[in-house]
T-cell receptor, first 111, second 115 residues
């Protein structure tokens, strides 16, 4: 099973771009990378998913290098409401279905 | 995206008793998952519940302690049996995404306190 490693916490300021990197050295060929956001007292919420190179949606970008041993979640122009825990998961649908959750990164945005 | 509700949202129970948590989805889904999240910690998968088959439990979780029902494609229950203070946690259900991705949609969670 692929295991992920993320920084335990990060601080930033409103309006800044925030990049959170996740290491997954043992990622398998069929594994996808998915990021979730969790606010206190809520279930996690899907942010973005990718397999290789770059993926962008309305809230974030995901950068994946060619070796896929890491990935970087990029949040543009963060606001106070982006303060949350961010989880990186890897896996494929047919094995562990991305059900192994690491410790996550607690992101604190300051005014 | 699926909308998931859980009941109860929170409860305080005495040790030795059991609590059944309900998870309702607004659309039919094949795979449902039950997680436990202790305060300030990450999520730990308890079991996978597919309609029409027995739940599959992860290491460290057993059916006698956490029996699961999955009577149809929109509903599941998780029972926490013979509770102890160590069972105090948030219990979350999730379902697979509806777009063929590995996305999961989560319910709001049930906060359980065992005294």
């Amino acid at each position: 099973l692929a295991k992920t490693t993320q920084p335990i916490s990060m601080d930033s300021y409103e309006g800044q771009e925030v990049n959170i990197t996740c290491s997954h050295n043992n990622i398998a060929t069929n594994d996808y990378i998915t990021w979730y956001q969790q606010f206190p007292s809520q279930g996690p919420r899907f942010i973005i998913q990718g397999y290789k190179t770059k993926v962008t949606n309305e809230v974030a970008s995901l950068f994946i290098p060619a070796d896929r041993k890491s990935s970087t979640l990029s949040l543009p122009r963060v606001s106070l409401s982006d303060t949350a825990v961010y989880y990186c998961l890897v896996g494929d649908r047919w094995s562990n279905y991305q059900l192994i959750w690491g410790a996550g990164t607690k992101l604190i945005i300051k005014p | 995206s699926a909308v998931i509700s859980q009941k109860p949202s929170r409860d305080i129970c005495q040790r030795g008793t059991s609590l059944t948590i309900q998870c309702q989805v607004d659309s039919q889904v094949t795979m449902m998952f039950w997680y436990r999240q202790q305060p300030g910690q990450s999520l730990t998968l308890i079991a996978t519940a597919n309609q029409g088959s027995e739940a599959t439990y992860e290491s460290g979780f057993v059916i006698d302690k956490f029996p699961i029902s999955r009577p149809n494609l929109t509903f599941s229950t998780l029972t926490v049996s013979n509770m102890s203070p160590e069972d105090s946690s948030i219990y979350l259900c999730s379902v697979e995404g509806d777009r063929g991705t590995y996305e999961q949609y989560f319910g709001p969670g049930t906060r359980l306190t065992v005294t």
